[in-house]
């Protein structure tokens, strides 16, 4: 494990900062002398305090979050406890061992490049059944782990399939109907970092060394307390920890030198939805740069002031940090918004538990029976700002650097001879659904010709929450957004309504109240016969609550 930054160095006091920052006010729109007094009309992070006490864990070639390259050579992937974390670390009771070549790792991050052979054996030591999902790889049913074939407690599922996406970060989870949540809060998680010649010319160009200056950063906000324990409330809002963890580390940080950094984010929170920005320590916007998301390198970098991450999704970001002045710290932040929940009635009304869902409900699931407590909130609220990670300035580098015009080449979904397909999202007798239906485990209502392509046309209602739509086995192409919030709106770069993030390819599409969203799809299929997936919500607790339908593409 190496540690980036020295541990031993004291934080600076946030508490002075805030108060030099209410004295004076000044154009907040270029670098300053760190000793400038400059103040922030909302510097919500202030109330932080003094934090970033650790330095971010950066995987190494072992360990937790070890990266490793299987090669095509096999592997075996432990479901269990954890064992142990490096100092510092905060994780759930659960994790995926790995054994290989002499080295064991924890949620390893496998590296792998499009054409090969990945052969994976889960072995389930969990007391529960399980099975792991390829977030984001386009595979056939039998080696997509949704669900509908499960491991057994102490017994093994195997994997063998060959990967056929391109150069992106996916991940990798638990997605056993109903116990989804519950497992991947709890510690079942990790990175599939595939690898392919846009990626490796964009390293180049930029002179970015992972672990280095390329750092891939898996956020996970959890509770107090070792294991999920979901209140009432819990599950029709979505579990939200009180803090937010960054590779296991409380809002680390990272020293850093006046140059270019690429950040490769995922959000790994069973439902919070991030707003992504970067601030001076004076409270000054730093912009960046975004050049990928869920489905690899966007066609061409687009310059942001701040983005939505929801949750399963992954965001590919530069951050410019050559004009820095050393001493300076640009924190990685979530702004505040409004999280547009809806009020959407009596919680104690979804009875988990009687559907049988292996999550269930907390012993304390009664308190939160009163419908509008938001017992969720009571931590860190949805939408409430919070500094995620620093970056300290510490070294004074020459990087003359320019960010490449185009990344990557990517055709648009010809949809010449699309049919539309339209879904609608919304909240009914206790359980979010899909087209007025909850999930029923071996049922398509979806059905697809393969080789077509179609339109889907996502509407979520107006008293409806966001939510974050993730599509085994295929990518999106985002086409447009209409009648979307102004927050929303306000991040538009085209005439289409899309935000940058929505460009590319992706597998998860955020979509808010009141908003239409309009997604191409192709549906090659290079194996024989009928392949089933699923399409469903990725804030965990309303995907084990019924917000999935199955999907048959034959
Ligand atoms: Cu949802």
């Not at 031993?8 to 508490?15: E, F, I, T, W």
């Not at 399939?161 to 638990?174: K, S, T």
């Not at 407590?373 to 931590?379: E, F, I, K, P, S």
Request: a neutral charge; proline letters at 8%; hydrophobic letters at 40%.
């Amino acid at each position: 494990m190496r540690k980036a930054g020295r541990p031993d160095a004291p934080p600076r006091s946030a508490g002075r900062r805030c108060a030099l920052r209410s004295l004076v006010a000044l154009p907040l729109t270029a670098w300053l002398p760190p000793s400038a007094l400059r103040a922030a009309t909302d510097d919500p992070l202030c109330a932080e305090g003094p934090r970033a006490r650790h330095a971010l864990v950066v995987p190494s070639d072992r360990g937790y979050l070890g990266r490793l390259a299987p090669r095509g050579a096999p592997l075996t992937l432990v479901a269990g406890p954890r064992g142990r974390l490096p100092a510092g670390v905060t994780h759930g009771p659960l994790a995926y061992r790995v054994r290989h070549g002499g080295r064991d790792y924890v949620n390893p991050t496998l590296l792998l490049e499009p054409g090969e052979r990945v052969r994976i054996t889960l072995d389930n030591r969990l007391d529960a059944p399980t099975i792991a999902h390829w977030h984001g790889l386009a595979v056939d049913t039998a080696n997509d782990g949704n669900g509908s074939t499960l491991a057994a407690p102490g017994a093994r599922h195997a994997y063998d399939f060959v990967v056929r996406d391109r150069g992106a970060l996916y991940w990798y989870h638990p997605h056993p109907h109903g116990s989804t949540a519950r497992q991947t809060y709890d510690g079942l998680y990790g990175l599939l970092d595939v690898d392919d010649d846009d990626q490796r010319g964009l390293r180049r160009a930029l002179d970015l060394v992972p672990g280095r200056t390329e750092l891939t950063l898996v956020l996970q906000d959890r509770r107090a307390g070792a294991g999920y324990a979901p209140a009432a409330a819990d599950l029709t809002h979505g579990l939200f920890g009180d803090d937010m963890f960054v590779n296991g580390v409380a809002c680390p940080y990272v020293d850093v030198a006046s140059r270019l950094y690429r950040l490769r984010v995922l959000n790994a929170c069973n439902a919070r939805t991030l707003r992504v920005a970067f601030t001076t320590a004076a409270g000054t916007r730093v912009p960046f740069t975004v050049v990928g998301n869920d489905g690899g390198l966007l066609p061409a970098p687009v310059t942001v002031q701040e983005a939505f991450l929801a949750a399963a999704e992954r965001l590919d970001l530069l951050v410019d940090l050559r004009d820095a002045p050393v001493g300076e710290t640009v924190s990685l932040a979530s702004l505040a918004f409004d999280p547009m929940h809806a009020e959407v009635g009596e919680p104690a009304a979804v009875d988990h538990a009687a559907m049988g869902h292996g999550g269930g409900a907390s012993a304390d699931a009664g308190a939160g029976a009163q419908a509008h407590d938001h017992a969720h909130a009571a931590g860190w609220p949805e939408g409430a700002p919070r500094r995620l990670m620093d970056m300290r300035v510490r070294t004074r580098v020459r990087y003359d650097r320019a960010v490449p015009a185009t990344l990557a080449p990517l055709a648009p979904i010809d949809i010449a001879q699309a049919r539309e397909r339209p879904f609608r999202l919304g909240y009914n007798k206790g359980r979010w659904r899909i087209n007025d239906r909850v999930f029923v485990m071996g049922e398509t209502p979806v059905e697809v010709a393969r080789d077509t392509t179609e339109i889907w046309l996502l509407r979520n209602y107006h008293t409806s929450m966001p939510h974050a739509m993730h599509l085994h086995g295929f990518h999106m192409e985002v086409l447009e957004r209409e009648t979307s919030p102004d927050a929303v709106a306000a991040l538009a770069i085209d005439g289409r309504g899309r935000v940058a993030t929505d460009l590319g390819r992706k597998d998860t599409v955020l979509v808010w109240p009141g908003e239409s969203v309009r997604v191409a799809l192709r549906f090659a299929l290079p194996w024989p016969g009928p392949q089933t997936y699923v399409f469903h919500c990725h804030n965990l607790e309303h995907e084990d609550g019924g917000m999935m339908v199955g999907v048959r593409v034959a």
